[in-house]
């Protein structure tokens, strides 16, 4: 399998004589399939140009913090979540002291700053640098904080001198990341996620509706796309972005998402996560007027259908079909229900309350996993926490 399929490798090149080879880097990783976006320091700038890197990159080059465009589509902190990987190719002796230092004064120190993605780091400096006790001290803290080093090899040096501090290869990096690369979990896995609400018209201007804001859907279809699948998100009407990297469709009904849930089978792995309106009524074609006698409306309701359950008991069912249940009372008792009645392998269980407490709209939940073995709590959490665990539960299931 690729080392860099689907990954987002983050490189940073500083100023040294080997900021050429990280070109010959770029390449190498683009045609392994890797998404590269590079940060080129002032350093590195005098040894490459921007117009060089963007173009091995195939996207923006990036170099100044303080850009004002940069800073609203593409600042330092995006550039540091989105990265799965950052590589510092070449990393000189002064931006190693800034790292070790936690400086933070540009781009590339700033961006390394605000990450916790991991390290790899490719020295190049001369070699009375590079044996100075001070870049020493440097490396060995910056071992300490678990980032990884490439090099640096012993040998001529562009100064005329000869000892340790050249750059690595760049095909002896390729193969170094390679070896250590841990391939996707979920590589090669397809998954389908409904989330957000659906929207049932009764007119023009009205419809029943079901609270939700799909954050946690939207989390677990990042969380899986992260891991390495291919996600189709459902999302019924919602104001968050799509997730990246997940290929989206918008449907307002419960009869939409069914049929759009349909239509992306098969999968291996299905999660139910929206709030899916039970019932829906007749339309009618003009708005409902108020009637002068006070009379209300009667609105003859029809059941929608069951999107999770018919998943489940679909020909092509996915090997892994998870639920949630939101459940006022007996939350135990409710969902081991659903698992059985919806045909499910998992079900997420939340007691759903209204008013402070509530967990629409909220970035918390508090959720048990219930499966055919009986329940566990995972406590009040981030959604974006429970996304990450159940996608680890997925990546144990998946491999047995
Ligand atoms: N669900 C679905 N289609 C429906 C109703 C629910 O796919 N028409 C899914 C939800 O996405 C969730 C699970 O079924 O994964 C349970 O939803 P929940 O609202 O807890 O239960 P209901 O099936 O609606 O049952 P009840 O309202 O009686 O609790």
């Not at 303080?66 to 600042?75: A, N, R």
């Not at 919806?342 to 309350?353: E, G, I, R, S």
């Not at 073995?373 to 491999?399: F, M």
Request: proline share 5%; hydrophobic share 40%.
């Amino acid at each position: 399998m690729a080392l860099s399929k689907q990954q987002n490798i983050l490189l940073i090149i500083s100023g040294g004589i080997a900021a050429y080879k990280s070109l010959e880097l770029i390449r190498l990783l683009k045609k392994d399939g890797a998404n590269v976006r590079a940060i080129l320091t002032k350093g590195g700038s005098q040894f490459v140009t921007p117009l060089s890197v963007s173009a091995l990159c195939e996207n923006e080059c990036f170099t100044d913090l303080w850009s004002l465009k940069d800073e609203t589509e593409m600042g330092h902190i995006r550039l540091s979540r989105e990265a799965d990987l950052i590589i510092i190719a070449p990393a000189s002796a002064d931006l190693l002291a800034k790292i070790a230092g936690g400086h933070a004064d540009d781009l590339a120190t700033t961006t390394l700053l605000a990450s916790d993605k991991p390290v790899t780091i490719v020295p190049a400096m001369n070699h009375m640098m590079w044996n100075n006790p001070a870049t020493q001290a440097n490396i060995t803290k910056l071992r300490e904080y678990g980032h990884t080093f490439i090099g640096p090899t012993e040998g001529d040096m562009a100064c005329g001198e000869h000892g340790m501090g050249r750059m690595s290869e760049p095909q002896d990096i390729f193969d170094h990341l390679k070896k250590n690369s841990k391939p996707n979990p979920l590589s090669g896995l397809k998954a389908l996620v409904t989330s957000g609400p659906t929207y049932e018209p009764l007119d023009p201007v009205r419809f029943i509706g079901n609270r939700s804001s799909g954050k946690q859907g939207h989390a677990i279809a990042a969380a899986l796309s992260k891991a390495g699948a291919n996600v189709t998100l459902i999302s019924g009407p919602v104001s968050i972005p799509n997730p990246k990297g997940v290929h989206t469709i918008h449907i307002e009904t419960a009869a939409e998402m069914l049929e759009a849930c349909q239509n992306a089978l098969p999968t291996d792995i299905a999660i139910c996560a929206a709030a899916v309106a039970d019932w829906g009524a007749e339309t009618n074609a003009h708005k409902i007027k108020k009637r002068e006698d006070g009379a209300l409306p009667v609105l003859a309701l029809k059941e929608n259908p069951d999107i999770l359950r018919a998943i489940a008991t679909h020909k092509k069912r996915p090997n892994l079909v998870i639920g949630f249940a939101a459940e006022t009372e007996n939350l135990a008792a409710n969902a081991t229900a659903k698992l059985a009645k919806k045909n499910c392998d998992l079900v997420l269980a939340n007691l759903v309350q209204s008013g402070a407490e509530s967990v629409f709209g909220s970035d918390q939940n508090h959720v048990y996993l219930i499966d055919a073995n009986g329940s566990q709590d995972w406590g009040k959490v981030d959604k974006k926490a429970i996304a990450a665990r159940l996608v680890a539960e997925i990546e144990k299931r998946v491999e047995k």
